[in-house]
């Protein structure tokens, strides 16, 4: 072999080591590199895990609200299906008052009266039926104990032949729209002596 040969083979030989700590160097670069990769791919993933989470969490959230505004609008459609009848009612329970007047001014022993006296309930009966029809009830607490929640009381007089806080006289019917208090029944009370 020629001192050339001979050359060529150890200077192949330092080329090849001189490319082995860069090829070394590359490869941990390259190493830290991927390192910090994958660390930016767990953060990156650890960020997507939370938006999901979050946004899992609002929708669940928004989905509740619905549910509560549909239940609200549901009820509100409810009642005013249910009480749309009461400015009406209030008005027209001036009718039934005005009936009932009526037939306690006529005397029931008068025969002249008396066809009057039965027009009038007739009357009265029919407007009652109606009432009725539409969950319109009349509140008559004759003789029952004082219940500030459906009666008014207008006077308190002595009577000794009734309890304390009992009925004694209603001076006007009390009405309710399917149980809401339509006007309440304007009455006497006994009172304790």
Known sequence: MSEQDKQQPADEAE?????????????EASGQ???GVEAELAETRDRLARV??????????????IQNVRRRAERDVESAHKFALEKFAADVLTVADSLERGLATLDPEDEAL?????????????????????NLEQIDPQGQPFNPEHHEAMTMVPAPNAEPNTVIEVLEKGYQLNGRLIRPARVVVSKAE
């Open 15 to 27: 080329i090849n080591d001189g490319a082995r700590p860069e090829a070394d160097a590359g490869q």
């Open 33 to 35: 590199q991927d390192g």
């Open 52 to 65: 999901e989470k979050a946004l899992a969490e609002a929708d669940l959230r928004s989905q509740a609200e």
């Open 114 to 134: 008396k066809p009057a006296r039965e027009g009038l309930e007739l009357t009265l009966k029919v407007l009652l039926d109606v009432f009725a029809k539409y």
